[in-house]
């Protein structure tokens, strides 16, 4: 499948996805008391203002990107800094960070960019395997919801979600919301790394 350059589109200032402000989701997942802070990983983290957000309320946050160019930038918004980030390039497809055991995984739109289940349910899985036990997993994933638009987040529905994820983490919210200045409906999906694999749906005769 072909993929899009992320490296040009950062070269070329086309950054609709970049707003320079934390994602407002996250915000209110965090300062309500969804997670607390511990060893973190965002996925897609591009010139990190998530991350360093994260870090500012005392969350130790690893952020990866395919993009060198957004990593390279994320790092320059930390020099001076002393925050316990840091950033580094990484295709989370094609396998998870080495050495890491985080108790919070998030993603603001990079599950949803795999056209393919195959893909959705490698990148849960790869999830998982980054996923302390009991680990939470925060995704913002562009939605069927909403009227037709030629721009915007890719759509998935709510069974394609649920259909890559359960079988890796067990599904502890699912709910639509709303991508905040793109004008398009999103999941919010939060998830959590099992304990105890998941049982066999029964059947009533």
Not at 47 to 60: H, K, V
Request: hydrophobic share 40%.
């Amino acid at each position: 499948m072909t993929r899009p350059s992320w490296n040009e589109s950062y070269a070329s200032g086309w950054l609709p996805w970049d707003t320079g402000q934390p994602e407002p989701l996250l915000v209110e997942f965090v300062t309500s008391g969804g997670v607390a802070p511990g060893a973190t990983l965002e996925i897609g983290a591009g010139t990190g203002t998530n991350s360093i957000w994260l870090a500012e309320r005392g969350f130790d946050v690893l952020g990866v990107d395919v993009s060198p160019l957004a990593v390279e930038r994320a790092r320059g918004k930390m020099e001076g800094r002393s925050l316990r980030c840091r950033f580094a390039e990484g295709d989370f497809l094609a396998a998870p960070p080495v050495g890491g055991s985080f108790e919070f995984v998030f993603d603001r739109g990079c599950f949803h960019v795999f056209d393919e289940p195959e893909e959705r349910q490698r990148f849960a899985a790869h999830v998982a395997a980054a996923l302390a036990p009991g680990g939470l997993w925060l995704s913002l994933i562009g939605s069927t919801e909403g009227p037709a638009r030629e721009v915007g987040p890719p759509r998935r529905s709510a069974r394609e979600a649920v259909l890559a994820i359960e079988p890796a983490l067990e599904i502890l919210e699912l709910r639509s919301v709303e991508f905040s200045g793109h004008d398009a409906r999103a999941w919010f999906c939060l998830s959590r790394k099992r304990v105890v694999a998941a049982q066999a749906s029964t059947r009533h005769d």
